[in-house]
C-alpha cells in the first residue's frame, strides 16, 4: 500500500509538472502571437503611411511644375508685350525726331532773319530727343 501510495505522489508531482510546462509553453506562444501581431501591425501602418507620403509629394510635384510653367508663359507673355509697346514707341519717336530734323532743315534753309521759330523748332527737337533717351533706358531697364 505504500508502494501505492508512493507510485500516486509521484504520478501527481509528474502531472503537475508537466500542466506546468505545457502551461508555460501555451503562455509563451500566446505572447509570441501577439507580438508578431503587434509588430506586423506596425510594419503595415509604416509601409501604408510611406506610400500614402510619396503619392502626396509626387502629387504636389506635379502641382508646382504646372503652376510654375503657367506662371512663366505669363511672365514671357507680359514681358513680350511691354518690348512691343517700347518698340512702337520708341518707332514713333524717332520718326517725329525726323520729321522735326526735316521741318529744322527746312526752316533753316528758308529764315532769314527769323530765329524765333528755329529756336522753338530746335527746343521742340531736344524735348523729343529726351523722351527718345528715357524710352531707350525704360526698354534696357526691361531687358
Sequence with gaps: ????????????QYDNKTRKKKGNRTFLLFVFVWLMIICSGILGAKWYTDRIQQTLSADLERQTASQISAMQKDY????????????????ELKAKVDA????LTFTKDNADSKTDNSNKLYTQLNEVKKQLNELQKNLDLLK
Design 1 to 12: 500500500m505504500n508502494d501505492l501510495i508512493l507510485e500516486q505522489r509521484t504520478a501527481s
Design 76 to 91: 514671357e507673355a507680359r514681358m513680350l508685350e511691354l518690348e512691343t509697346g517700347y518698340t512702337s514707341g520708341l518707332a
Design 100 to 103: 522735326l530734323n526735316e521741318l
